[in-house]
């Protein structure tokens, strides 16, 4: 009879002692190290989100002083300030990334001729 997983009594499926310890040792490591960010992580998320937002502003202010905002790039902006608001830096920065590149989208699409049909 082949031996398996299965057919193995309980007692004799444990993971050796050696492997076991590191395992555990692995575990801790992970545990601690994924903890809360520290205050400088945090202020740094919050100032680079804060000059996204502010980058944002600017290129959807100019968007719409041309009449060329895209509702995708307000909508982005909105969701920024949402994450901002909540402290979500990081989901802050994307979407405020996203805001004033849909923004200076919308201001070079402004150079494009009109479609003809």
């Not at 040792?25 to 205050?39: E, N, R, Y």
């Amino acid at each position: 009879m082949i031996r398996t997983h299965a057919n193995t009594p309980a007692h004799r499926r444990e993971i050796p002692g050696g492997i076991r310890g590191t395992l555990v040792a692995f575990c801790l490591v992970t545990v601690v190290l994924s903890g809360a960010p520290s205050a400088a992580a945090s202020a740094s998320g919050r100032e680079q989100a804060t000059k996204h937002l502010a980058e944002a502003e600017s290129a959807i202010a100019e968007a719409t002083r041309l009449g060329a905002l895209w509702t995708t790039a307000r909508e982005a902006y909105v969701m920024a300030q949402r994450a901002h608001a909540n402290g979500d830096f990081p989901t802050a920065v994307r979407h405020a990334k996203t805001a004033a590149e849909q923004a200076r989208m919308g201001i070079a699409q402004q150079g494009y001729p009109p479609l003809r049909y």
